[in-house]
């Protein structure tokens, strides 16, 4: 599975409680190399310009991306 390749995080998504969403990944890859994100009722900006919550792992992908980007940059310098 994608989750498992060289140089991929696995994302998965947290809820209200802090525990792995109903709907997010799991498993083996995402235990041991993957990283968890909120992912349920995240606040975000709506078309309109106005504010809207949102559900799913497409809003803990951008989190964990920041957050492995940090690490990639401290372990370079």
Do not use: E, H
């Not at 498993?27 to 975000?44: D, E, K, S």
């Amino acid at each position: 599975s994608p989750g498992n390749c060289n140089n991929v995080i696995p994302v998965g998504a947290t809820d209200q409680n802090n525990l792995v969403a109903a709907f997010s990944s799991r498993g083996t890859a995402l235990a041991n190399n993957g990283l968890v994100a909120p992912g349920v009722q995240v606040l975000t900006t709506d078309v309109s310009g106005g504010y809207a919550t949102a559900t799913g792992t497409s809003f803990s992908s951008p989190m964990v991306a920041g957050a492995a980007a940090l690490v990639r940059r401290k372990a370079r310098s």
